[in-house]
């Protein structure tokens, strides 16, 4: 019963960081501010990547006495996309930027990677116990 919420709920969170990708992709294509999503950086990580990093953790833990595969593999992929969107984010970092506006990109990219490694262990656990 809760395998299916669960999948659909994971299903959801790989959406968000597709369309957030696509979204940044636009952004770094036309050198605009924003993509076809009419918000700032900000407003669309709080928009599509919060929600795309605690859905897959709700998802393991709503169906945690379920086996399932493909749930699992799930997971490890929207871990996957957080993480490669966390590199990104520090391949594509302009450092006098960052310097000259006070940012500390490490601070904003360390939640990222530990969120990233943290659905990719509950993948690898969901797995495990099918």
């Known amino acids: 019963m809760a395998l299916t919420p669960a999948l659909i709920i994971t299903g959801i969170a790989i959406a968000l ?9 636009v952004v770094e294509i036309t050198g605009n501010e ?18 795309a990093m605690v859905l897959p953790i709700i998802s393991y833990f709503i169906s945690r006495k379920k086996p399932s595969k493909g749930l699992g593999i799930m997971i490890i992929i929207a871990g996957i996309l957080i993480i490669f969107g966390g590199a990104f984010v520090i391949g594509n970092a302009d450092p006098i930027e960052a ?28 797995i495990k116990k099918s």
């Open 34 to 51: 924003v993509g076809f999503i009419p918000f700032d950086h900000k407003i669309r990580g709080m928009g599509l990547g919060l929600p």
């Open 17 to 25: 960081l597709v369309i957030y990708a696509i979204d940044v992709a």
């Open 99 to 126: 310097e000259a506006s006070g940012r500390n990109m490490a601070s904003e990219v360390a939640p990222l990677l530990i969120v990233g490694a943290i659905q990719i262990g509950l993948g690898i656990l969901k």
